[in-house]
């Protein structure tokens, strides 16, 4: 970090500073500009190209980009679709949630490479003289007056520069830098498991995984494939404390998990040949008790890390984003953002938050946390089957990873 003293070279003025280009920020940017908001967006990195981190949008964002007009543009970048895993247990296959059933005009999860999604929305944001988007922006200090905050100190490549705003919005992920100097400390919870993932490739004559998600436990493992356009997007789901393990047994541990748990993708395993084919998704859980203070907002992980199950981190940042412009547009367009608005996010958001967390732990002690400790092949308990077959109950995981609590809508002025 640059010291105290570091020569500013400019500073400027915004509504509002965003500190993070992922899903959460970079919406969060679009859709403000399009309410006439002035907004500076700040990413540390010099693109979006990066190390694998989802690339999973939502009935729900889907729903929400069409409002906007943006919804089949979306759909122009080459994608697949996923409407529900099918898990292989000893006692036949198991599908806990099935999307296709849900009343909406999407009833699937686009799976689009996250940084093509994060192009897409911050080009149509610059279609907006609002917006300004400044990528190579490494956020180092929050400038903070008399108790509120104003806004940022970032370092680009030609030095420090500073941005004074309305309001700054921490979409810095789930190491957020603001959140730590705001003192904010988030309440975390223990998800039992840690992730593997990697890529596998399609060989000639595969068969179509029904639902675009293949699921297999075994040996105190769950290996999962997600159908990509010219890949498998896979995963090794282990227990919490076993990488340094598997790290020192090499790749060939991982090959063999793959193919105890699902020979037929065995060929495919062989491709697995260097540890650096692997990304360690650390699989934490938390919420901060608190997401703002004067002059600052948290939203996505950096208000709420999700676990990994149902895949829905994306989507919870974005739809803080949403909520957050329905909240604080007029607000900023009046230059008069209080307290009590910024607590009016939090108030919309935490509920729902607190829901999914909630499911999403019951997944984990009762089926992940069963299937981890495992040494052979686990049998689907009869409840859970029979929950899926009752017509009243069997949508209501596949709402809350669709939708949420309640469908989250972009209000329009
Ligand atoms: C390996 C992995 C796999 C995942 N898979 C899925 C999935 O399949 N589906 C799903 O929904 N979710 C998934 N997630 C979670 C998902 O990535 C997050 O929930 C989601 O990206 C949160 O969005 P966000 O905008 O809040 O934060 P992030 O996407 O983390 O974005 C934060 C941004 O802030 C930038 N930043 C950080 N600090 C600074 C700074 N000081 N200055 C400037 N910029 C800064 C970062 O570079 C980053 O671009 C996965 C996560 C990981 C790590």
């Known amino acids: 970090m640059q010291s105290e003293g570091a020569e500013i070279r400019d500073v400027h003025k915004t509504s509002c500073c965003i500190v993070g280009g992922g899903p959460g920020g970079a919406m969060l940017a679009l859709l403000l500009a399009r309410r006439g908001v002035s907004v500076m967006l700040l990413e540390m990195h010099k693109d979006f190209d990066r ?31 996923a409407t529900g895993p099918t898990f292989q247990f000893a006692n036949g296959p198991f599908s806990p949630f099935n999307l296709k059933r849900l009343k ?69 992920g789930r ?39 293949f699921g297999g436990i075994g040996r105190g493992r769950i290996f ?15 227990p919490k404390g076993q990488y340094q393990e598997m790290r020192a047994k090499g790749v060939e541990e991982v090959r063999k998990s793959i193919i105890e748990i699902a020979p037929r993708f065995a060929q495919h395993a062989e491709h697995l040949t260097d ?25 996505g992980d950096a208000a709420h890390v999700m676990s990994p199950v149902g895949g829905v981190g994306i989507n919870y940042a974005i739809q803080d984003a949403v909520v957050a412009t329905n909240v604080l547009a007029k607000p900023l367009l009046a230059g008069r953002v209080s307290d009590a608005d910024l607590a009016e996010v939090q108030r919309q958001r935490e509920l729902p938050t607190r829901a999914i967390q909630a499911m999403q732990s019951f997944m984990q002690r009762n089926l992940v946390a069963n299937a981890l400790r495992a040494q052979k092949a686990i049998s689907v308990p009869w409840q859970l089957r029979l929950f899926v077959r009752i017509p009243i109950l069997r949508n209501l995981p596949s709402r809350m990873i669709a939708f949420g609590l309640r469908r989250v809508r972009l209000a329009e002025p």
């Open 104 to 172: 909406t005009r999407f009833p699937y999860i686009l799976i689009v490479p996250q940084v093509r999604f994060l192009e897409f929305i911050t080009r149509e944001a610059a279609k907006y003289p609002q917006f300004k988007l400044i990528m190579h922006a490494n956020v180092q200090k929050m400038i903070e007056e008399d108790g509120v905050v104003r806004g940022v100190r970032y370092l680009g490549p030609d030095g420090m520069h500073e941005i004074r705003a309305d309001l700054t919005v921490a979409a810095d």
């Open 175 to 213: 190491f957020s830098l603001l959140r730590r100097l705001a003192g904010i400390e988030p309440i975390k919870t223990a998800p039992p498991m840690d992730v593997l993932w990697f890529r596998l490739p399609k060989l000639p004559g595969e068969p179509e995984i029904s639902g675009g998600v």
């Open 51 to 81: 190390e694998f981190r989802g690339d999973t949008i939502h009935p729900s964002i889907l729903e929400i980009l069409d409002q906007i007009g943006l919804a089949d543009k979306l759909h122009e970048i080459p994608h697949t679709k």
């Open 275 to 299: 540890w650096q084919q692997f990304t360690l998704l650390s699989v934490e859980s938390n919420r901060c008790p608190l997401w703002h203070k004067p002059g600052l907002l948290l939203i």
């Open 224 to 238: 999962v494939m997600l159908e990509r356009t010219d890949y498998w997007q896979s995963g090794l789901v282990f």
